[in-house]
């Protein structure tokens, strides 16, 4: 059984970092593209980022370039979303979801239960 | 970017009646597109992939249908646990998007 568990949510400042961990099992993470979907709070969902399996390449949302980057250890079977200048509006709950496929970042097979992000001062 | 626009966004029927929410694309993205179903509180789940496509273990009350810029998805003889939020994505390139979402409540 595919299980994805996040971890690493919290409130932090304006202006601030975080780091937010997904930790895969039930299926070989290696083979498969990943990605960080949000969904602020009452609102729709939004895809932040994505990974290819393997780590090759990776893409990021336009709202997130140059602040955000994600990336994955196959040998932890761990993805991670390394978060800086955090702002307002990337208060959300933010979802690890698995694609179907190794290269292509497709649609959404499996997703974890998700961990909050909350930017406040 | 793609934008994808969902109608209705909300949306009122009974148990057993026949429904259609429609996603539309800015541009064509032949048939990659996703359907998924949130409940409050609870992570989304793919109901139909690539247009057509059931996921596994999706009941087939669950239909969807169409290519390049306009898809729906009709849900026949709804049931209770059908009550919920409909998002369609579409696959086709980066940045992956979602539509704005179609709320299903009970008449």
């Known amino acids: 059984e595919v299980q994805l568990l996040e971890s690493g949510g919290g409130l932090v400042q304006p202006g601030g970092s975080l780091r937010l961990s997904c930790a895969a099992s039930?299926?070989?993470?290696?083979?498969?593209?990943m990605s960080w979907v949000r969904q602020a709070p009452g609102k729709g969902l939004e895809w932040v980022s994505g990974?290819?399996?393997?780590?090759?390449?990776?893409y990021l949302a336009d709202s997130v370039k140059g602040r955000f980057t994600i990336s994955s250890d196959p040998s932890k079977n761990t993805l991670y979303l390394e978060m800086t200048g955090l702002r307002a509006d990337d208060t959300a709950l933010y979802y690890c979801?698995?694609?179907?496929?190794?290269?292509?970042?497709?649609?959404?097979?499996?997703w974890g239960q998700g961990t909050l992000v909350t930017v406040s001062s | 970017d793609i934008q994808m626009t969902q109608s209705p966004s909300s949306l009122s029927a009974s148990v057993g009646d026949r429904v259609t929410i429609t996603c539309r694309s800015s541009?064509?993205?032949?048939?990659?597109l996703n359907w998924y179903l949130q409940k409050p509180g609870k992570a989304p789940k793919l109901l139909i992939y690539?247009?057509?496509s059931l996921q596994s273990g999706v009941p087939s009350r669950f239909s969807g249908s169409g290519s390049g810029t306009d898809f729906t998805l009709t849900i026949n003889s709804l049931q209770p646990e059908d009550f919920a939020t409909y998002y369609c994505?579409?696959?086709?390139?980066?940045?992956?998007?979602f539509g704005g979402g179609t709320k299903l409540e009970i008449k």
């Open positions: 039930g299926f070989t993470f290696k083979n498969f593209a």
């Open positions: 979801a698995k694609s179907e496929d190794a290269v292509v970042v497709n649609y959404f097979e499996s």
């Open positions: 994505q579409q696959s086709y390139t980066t940045p992956l998007t």
């Open positions: 690539d247009a057509s």
């Open positions: 541009q064509t993205i032949n048939r990659y």
């Open positions: 990974i290819r399996g393997g780590g090759d390449r990776t």
